[in-house]
C-alpha cells in the first residue's frame, strides 16, 4: 500500500533546482553538489537484472564517452542494494562484454526516487518507473522524461538534447523537431508590433514574422 506521504512530496519540476541528495552508490557516497560545474544526466530503473534495463545501461555505458565530451556525467538509480548493482554490473561485463564506468545510487529507502518523482503507484509501489533528469551545471533541471517499465529509452535522444540544451543556453536560441547539430536554430519571435514589421529585414531564414531560422 502506498504511503500517503509518498503522494504528498512535490514532484520535481523543470527550471527549478534538483531536489538534494547524499546516497551510497557503487563508487561510494554521492550527493548532487558533487555534480555542480557539470552537466548531469540522472536515471532510474525498475530492477537490476531485467532485460529491459540491461540494453539501457548498455547504451548509456557505450555513450559514455560521448557524454563526458559534453561535460556530461552518469548516474543510475534503482531500488536495490549496492551489492545487488554491483553483481550486476560484473554480470553485463561478463556476458555482455560492456563495462558500466558511471555509479548507481543504492535507494533502499526509496528517498531518492520519492523526492524525484520517480516511483508512480499506478506501475508499482516498490520500483522506480524509468525516469530520466538532464541537470544543469548549476543543479537546476532542465529536462525531465518518464517511460513504462515495459519500453526502453532511446540513449541517442538524451544525447541530441543534452547537445540542444547547451547550444540554446550559448546562443539564446530555440531548436526545432529532431534538431541535430549543423541544422539550423530557431530565432526568438519579436515582442512587438513594431519589431514583428522588421523581422522580414533581419538577414533571417524568415517564413512568417513569428517563424525564423538562421545558421550558428
Known amino acids: 500500500m502506498t504511503d500517503l506521504n509518498t503522494l504528498l512530496v512535490p514532484m520535481p519540476r523543470i527550471n527549478e533546482p534538483a531536489p538534494d541528495f547524499t546516497a551510497k552508490t557503487t563508487d561510494g557516497m554521492r550527493s548532487l553538489s558533487d555534480y555542480r560545474g557539470k552537466w548531469l544526466v540522472l536515471f532510474s530503473h525498475p530492477a ?110 538524451f544525447l541530441r538534447l543534452l547537445k540542444a540544451l547547451q547550444t540554446s543556453d550559448a546562443n539564446k536560441v530555440a531548436t526545432p523537431e529532431g534538431w541535430q547539430p549543423g541544422e539550423a536554430v530557431i530565432v526568438p519571435p519579436p515582442q512587438t508590433a513594431k519589431a514583428a514589421k522588421e523581422r522580414a529585414g533581419e538577414g533571417y531564414d524568415t517564413t512568417d514574422w513569428y517563424f525564423s531560422k538562421k545558421a550558428l
Open 48 to 157: 537490476d537484472f531485467t532485460p529491459v534495463c540491461t540494453t539501457e545501461f548498455m547504451a548509456f555505458a557505450r555513450a559514455a564517452d560521448e557524454f563526458k565530451a559534453l561535460d556530461c556525467e552518469l548516474l543510475g538509480l534503482s531500488i536495490d542494494s549496492h551489492y545487488a548493482h554491483i553483481a550486476w554490473m560484473r554480470a553485463i561485463e561478463e556476458k555482455f562484454g560492456v563495462e558500466i564506468p558511471f555509479p548507481i545510487i543504492e535507494d533502499l529507502s526509496m528517498k531518492v526516487a520519492t523526492a524525484f518523482g520517480m516511483i508512480h503507484p499506478g506501475a508499482s509501489d516498490t520500483s522506480a518507473v524509468r525516469a530520466t533528469f538532464i541537470i544543469d551545471p548549476e543543479g537546476i533541471i532542465r529536462a525531465m522524461v518518464y517511460y513504462p517499465m515495459s519500453n526502453g529509452r532511446s540513449v541517442a535522444e
